[in-house]
């Protein structure tokens, strides 16, 4: 069991992310709800332990299942 103390500001709040890992995110959304998903940022999150993380990323149009 291990315990971490974490205080909020007013300005936001603390997201826990573990270590290894990659998070994709879009550099911004579009008002219109339009998102190119081809325009991604990896957000990869290591530390002095972190040997080796993998991470898959799918393109999905959201009309079909071709995800599947």
Not at 1 to 30: C, N, W
Not at 33 to 60: C, P, R
């Amino acid at each position: 069991d291990q315990k971490l103390a974490a205080f909020r500001s007013r300005q936001g709040t603390p997201i826990y992310i573990r270590s290894g890992a990659i998070i994709p995110m879009a550099p911004e959304v579009p008002t219109d709800g339009n998102i190119d998903l081809k325009q991604v940022e990896f957000h990869v999150f290591l530390d002095d332990k972190s040997v080796q993380s993998e991470y898959v990323y799918t393109v999905d149009d959201g009309l079909g299942y071709g995800y599947k």
